[in-house]
């Protein structure tokens, strides 16, 4: 399982970072924690959209078979 590398995004507060993760295909669901919170729920080959917030992240998506991808991700304030 793979997700986007680690990097920075520049965002206003309303946007949605889409989460998105390359799987083989026996997996079906994915479970994405940013931090140790739980943010929701895509199927394969789908994004889950995140409201973002300032601040630096490890997102983590986990497979129905318990398979791990995490990266850092920080969030900037949009210069206006």
Known sequence: ??????????AARSTEIPFTAVTDAESGVL???VDSAFAGTSRTGESLFWKAR???FIVRAVDEQGRAAA???TVVPAVK
């Open 31 to 33: 479970f994405w924690f």
């Open 54 to 56: 300032p601040g630096t």
């Open 71 to 73: 990266a850092t991700l």
């Open 1 to 10: 399982m793979q997700i986007p590398a680690t990097g920075a995004i520049e």
